[in-house]
């Protein structure tokens, strides 16, 4: 299974405070993808990953990928309280013309 | 422009009964996807469609499930009879082109409790 696997599976930080999940996975990928879920709301995409591609930012995101480790890094720079949900990452796998595959996410929550 | 819409956000069943959840995907988007998340665990792939046609059902858990996308346009998933262990939160996804090649945009989810 590709299946990505996130660690932690829960993380309490403070407000302005760094916040880091990880999420590896198992065969060759074409891209890895982060969502964010608040709490009863639906998936909402947050930033893709090219395997030829080792950084990517947007805003206050940044995601790394190490395909030689099968692992991505997600980090959320001066957090906020807005930024508590849940953190889910998503594989392709690079024989292309599958399905994402979803981890089984980190809760992440920002204390104000 | 309107997002991807489920419905019922909640259903609550007796184990044999039959639910009928529906996503309308967003206006143009040809691929809809079916995902369910079980309480605490992965969010599980179902099912794709491409307009109207079933591109890839190989997550359908059995039988007892039935999707369909009239008309390339909304899509139902049918679980007739439910078993307690259908129970979690089923999510519905749309896309202009496929999920391998972008993002995928997501409706709130129908959840669903079998007793």
């Known amino acids: 299974s590709q299946q990505g696997e996130e660690d932690p599976q829960a993380l309490s930080i403070q407000e302005g405070e760094n916040a880091t999940m990880n999420c590896s996975y198992k065969t060759s990928i074409n891209n890895l993808q982060w969502y964010r879920q608040n709490s009863g709301r639906g998936l909402v995409h947050l930033i893709l990953?090219?395997?030829?591609?080792r950084e990517k930012h947007s805003g206050r995101l940044r995601v790394t990928l190490d395909t030689s480790k099968k692992s991505s890094s997600l980090l959320i720079t001066a957090s906020r309280a807005a930024d508590t949900a849940s953190y889910f990452c998503a594989t392709v796998s690079s024989s292309g013309n599958t399905p994402l595959v979803f981890g089984k996410g980190t809760r992440l929550s920002v204390i104000a | 422009e309107a997002g991807v819409t489920q419905f019922p956000s909640h259903s609550v069943i007796e184990k044999g009964q039959t639910v009928t959840l529906r996503c309308d995907p967003i206006s143009g988007h040809d691929n809809l996807y079916w995902y369910r998340r079980v309480m605490g665990k992965e969010i599980k792939f179902l099912l794709h469609?491409?307009?109207?046609?079933?591109?890839?059902e190989s997550g359908m858990p059995n039988n007892r499930f039935l999707a369909e996308r009239t008309g390339g346009t909304y899509s139902t998933l049918k679980v007739q009879p439910a078993e307690l262990e259908d129970s979690g939160v089923y999510f519905c996804?749309?896309?202009?082109?496929?999920?391998?090649?972008?993002?995928?945009?997501f409706g709130e989810g129908s959840r669903l409790t079998v007793l």
């Open positions: 996804a749309s896309s202009q082109k496929p999920s391998w090649t972008g993002e995928l945009f």
């Open positions: 990953i090219r395997s030829n591609e």
């Open positions: 469609f491409v307009k109207e046609s079933k591109q890839d």
